[in-house]
């Protein structure tokens, strides 16, 4: 009976989960109520205060589910990243564009961060993607920290505006694409528009002055 009760009590946070991934998408995170979601996912506004504490604590799990394949993704290319640092930024890269594209989950949440939320009204909302995006930023800085050691940047390699150049490349490209997927297909072209960004970076990093 109490495997039963657990098994129900995960379908029930699944179906939440994917009724807020719905109605946030369709209302944005600032005009969606508790209600809403608990209508969505056909359960009891008492079924959420069970599993969330509030809107904040639901968008958050959101970003959890969707994000976990970066966790794997973070990971490896911190085991990895020694051996070829600039190689790993580039499978860091292109993996980040195909992830997105390729899986639905991460691609709406995505589309919510981008263009669903009110960031001036739900800064709440946003701590699980400042915490991504300092866990990306991070990871960046080291590769190219380890790039510059080893002789494949040049030693007086400006490397935060190189993290910075980086990232806002990789989060314009996907802010852009989240607005009109259908216009090409990112996974496909991926890796050859991580070649042209990073082509640049090593013909002309940026310099301490």
Avoid at 16 to 25: G, P, S
Avoid at 50 to 66: G, I, S, V
Wanted: charged letters at 25%; hydrophobic letters at 45%.
């Amino acid at each position: 009976m109490a495997r039963k009760t657990k098994e129900e009590s995960q379908a029930t946070y699944a179906a939440l989960l994917d009724a807020a991934e719905h109605v946030f998408r369709e209302k944005g995170v600032t005009h969606t109520t508790l209600n809403d979601v608990a209508n969505a996912a056909e359960l009891t506004r008492g079924a959420i205060y069970w599993h969330f504490k509030d809107k904040a604590a639901l968008f958050q799990a959101l970003c959890d589910r969707a994000f976990l394949p970066m966790d794997a993704l973070y990971q490896a290319i911190y085991l990895a990243h020694s051996v070829d640092p600039l190689a790993s930024l580039k499978q860091l890269s292109i993996q980040l564009l195909k992830n997105v594209a390729q899986d639905e989950r991460q691609r709406k949440v995505f589309e919510i961060i981008f263009h669903r939320c009110e960031k001036t009204q739900d800064l709440a909302m946003f701590l699980q993607e400042q915490e991504k995006r300092t866990e990306c930023l991070t990871q960046m800085d080291m590769l190219i920290a380890e790039a510059v050691k080893q002789g494949q940047l040049p030693a007086d390699t400006d490397t935060f505006i190189a993290m910075q150049a980086t990232h806002g490349f990789l989060v314009g490209l996907l802010h852009e694409w989240s607005l009109e997927p259908e216009a090409y297909d990112l996974a496909q072209h991926a890796e050859a528009m991580v070649e042209l960004f990073l082509a640049g970076l090593l013909a002309k990093p940026p310099r301490k002055k």
